[in-house]
């Protein structure tokens, strides 16, 4: 049990390393709590602050994913062993992305988890990010919402496993995308708000398809 509980603790900490904070720091001190939609992830840093600081932002919120599901379960064990491997990266996935949205470190104040999930995926499940990719850029394409792109990314990953994945919904598997919709829907609550009252924030430059259906 201590050597779980160790290496989930780990994989929050990792979380905490925001990639919007630290990409602010190297230039000048940017919070970007303080503008646009107060979110620190990529896409309020590429609203307010464009692509090259977005990307950076990107880069390490998808590696701290990778990161903690991939090397952390395989540290050296500390007592008794009660998981898989596997089943410590569910555990450990769970923690980094939790720590992103609510890092300690800053306030439990952080971003969405969208990226550093991506990270986690494509990791362990990259046959499902595969399939969420597409149909989020699907959406983003026709409705020009990042928000809806990703719920219906969450939605695609349960699907996914429900029907393709060989240890189905009710697994270990099952219960770890469960609880990473859940959170990702939790994140985005305000953003369901806005888009059923139909005041959500639109990329509409990316909706391309959706433009052109409407010609």
Known sequence: MLDLIVKTALAYLLGNLMGGQLIGLLRGGIDLRTVGSGN????????????????????IDIAKGVLAVLAIPHLPTLGDVLLT??????WCGVAVAIGHCYPVLYGFRGGKGVATLAGVFGALMSAALVWML???????????????ATL????????WVALVHPEGLFSASGGFVLAMAALV????????????QGNEHRFEKARIIGRWLQR
């Open 40 to 59: 620190v992830g990529a896409t309020n840093a590429l609203r307010t602050q464009g692509k090259g600081f977005a990307l950076g932002v990107l880069l």
């Open 85 to 90: 491997a596997r089943e410590q990266a569910y």
């Open 134 to 148: 597409a149909l989020f850029v699907l959406v983003i394409l026709v409705s020009g919402y990042v928000s809806l």
């Open 152 to 159: 219906g990314a969450a939605l695609t990953a349960i699907i």
């Open 185 to 196: 829907a939790w994140k985005h609550r305000e953003n369901i708000v806005r888009l059923a």
